[in-house]
T-cell receptor, first 117, second 114 residues
Framework: GAVVSQHPSRVICKSGTSVKIECRSL??????MFWYRQFPKQSLMLMAT?????????EQGVEKDKFLINHASLTLSTLTVTSAHPEDSSFYIC?????????????FGPGTRLTVL | AQTVTQSQPEMSVQEAETVTLSCTYD???????LFWYKQPPSRQMILVIR??????QNATENRFSVNFQKAAKSFSLKISDSQLGDAAMYFC???????????FGTGTRLTVIP
């Protein structure tokens, strides 16, 4: 149980294009999802908290107009990297909490590797 | 702000032996949660073990156990009977009781030697 999926697992795009990454909770409803960014050989950095039916909460230094988050249903949150540039290349990971289980535990998706040419 | 420190960037262990990974944290809260996550080469973050700060008993999950020292703000992970599949990056993480987000340490890369 508590499975989180991400799609796509890998994406390569040209500079200036937008890329959408989906995060789904497969066997539970997640009112809260989280988006992280991980640079090579580094830890996870929280970008934003995605709340179903309301605006996302962004961490300091994260541009909300650059990284658009939509949490339209209890099982789906999307992260759109708008006008991507090479410096946006990174590994993006989402996670979700299952309020019916141990509410304080986050379960992670498999990640999306974004390469911007 | 909460900080999580993992002072061992790399560790190695012989297969079937025991290894302990260190983690310390800084917080002014009395109620919180601590986690160890494993990130193998696939980069999928996998929950290894969790501990509620109000519980004095150390958490255990099969070959994995923790040594939780609340006063010292220490949360080490012990892996017994190490297996090749245990090779991965291990991240220690903290979450405040009323908070949403996790604070991660910088990770420890564990190598298991056959």
């Amino acid at each position: 149980g508590a499975v989180v999926s991400q799609h796509p697992s890998r994406v390569i795009c040209k500079s200036g294009t937008s890329v959408k990454i989906e995060c789904r909770s497969l066997d539970f409803q997640a009112t809260t999802m989280f988006w992280y960014r991980q640079f090579p050989k580094q830890s996870l950095m929280l970008m934003a908290t995605s709340n179903e039916g309301s605006k996302a909460t962004y961490e300091q230094g994260v541009e909300k107009d650059k990284f658009l988050i939509n949490h339209a249903s209890l099982t789906l949150s999307t992260l759109t990297v708008t006008s991507a540039h090479p410096e946006d290349s990174s590994f993006y990971i989402c996670s979700a909490r299952d309020p019916q289980r141990e509410a304080y535990t986050q379960y992670f998706g498999p990640g999306t590797r974004l390469t911007v040419l | 702000a909460q900080t999580v420190t993992q002072s061992q960037p790399e560790m190695s262990v012989q297969e079937a032996e025991t290894v302990t990974l260190s983690c310390t944290y800084d917080t002014s809260e009395s109620d919180y949660y601590l986690f160890w996550y494993k990130q193998p080469p696939s980069r999928q973050m996998i929950l290894v073990i969790r501990q509620e700060a109000y519980k004095q008993q150390n958490a255990t999950e099969n070959r994995f156990s923790v040594n939780f020292q609340k006063a010292a703000k220490s949360f080490s992970l012990k892996i017994s009977d190490s297996q090749l599949g245990d090779a991965a990056m291990y991240f220690c993480a903290y979450r405040g009781h009323g908070a949403n987000n996790l604070f991660f340490g910088t990770g420890t890369r564990l190598t298991v030697i056959p």
